[in-house]
């Protein structure tokens, strides 16, 4: 089992609400991801980070942000959700030691936006 | 530009038989190529890792072999079992950029 954790795993909140989700790992992994996934369809990179201070855009443009203070933690916030945020976000770490590393995803996090 | 094609529609096989998925990449070149497997609601989790200069990787009852030429991955599950019931995710990988296919769900009907 990894040891990387989300909270929370279901949310339901209003549009333009604020909304943090936390990720932590306790891996001692330099890099972090926050991948978007909607039911059936494929993984979305929104954001990854190299270590601590540092955070890179992914492929799939994303109104969210994120910061990286600490090592192990990761969170990506939504300053004003609107219903087309709802979807599954999946934390990720992995050591960044070059190609063929394993990723360890956490469980996801649901995010209903009414 | 790049893509990732795996099994375009689901896979049922019968409790016992081998299931055979697999992924198609062009305007790439994978250095690894990983699997992971991934359940209903769960974050994905990882099976095998198979580079670039390998032809084939065994693991208990999976098998997969990477074909550069091709450019295809095959992952097989020799006597599936029910509770191998999940959606297969291929992921290729090239210095620092890693990319997912978007699954390959798999039935094993008892």
């Known amino acids: 089992e990894a040891d990387i954790y989300q909270t929370p795993r279901y949310l339901v909140i209003g549009t333009g609400k604020k909304i943090t989700l936390e990720c932590s790992q306790t891996m001692g992994h330099d890099k972090m991801y926050w991948y978007q996934q909607d039911p059936g369809m494929e993984l979305h990179l929104i954001h990854y980070s190299y270590g601590v201070n540092s955070t890179e855009k992914g492929d799939l443009s994303s109104e969210s942000t994120v910061s990286r203070i600490r090592t192990e933690h990761f969170p990506l916030t939504l300053e004003s959700a609107r219903p087309s945020h709802t979807s599954q976000y999946l934390c990720a770490s992995s050591d960044y030691t070059g190609t063929g590393n394993t990723i360890y995803f956490g469980e996801g996090s649901w995010l209903t936006v009414v | 530009s790049q893509k990732i094609e795996q099994n375009s529609e689901a896979l049922n096989i019968q409790e016992g038989k081998t299931a055979t998925l697999t992924c198609n990449y062009t305007?790439?070149?994978?250095?690894?190529l990983q699997w992971y497997r991934q359940d209903p609601g769960r974050g994905p989790v990882f099976l095998l890792l198979?580079?670039?200069?390998?032809k084939e990787k065994r693991k208990e009852r999976l098998k997969v072999t990477f074909d550069t030429t091709l450019k295809q991955s095959l992952f097989h599950i020799t006597a599936s079992q029910p509770a191998d019931s999940a959606t297969y995710l291929c992921a290729l990988i090239d210095i620092d950029d890693m990319r997912f296919g978007a699954g390959t769900r798999l039935t094993v009907k008892p």
């Open positions: 305007n790439y070149s994978p250095a690894y």
């Open positions: 198979i580079r670039e200069n390998e």
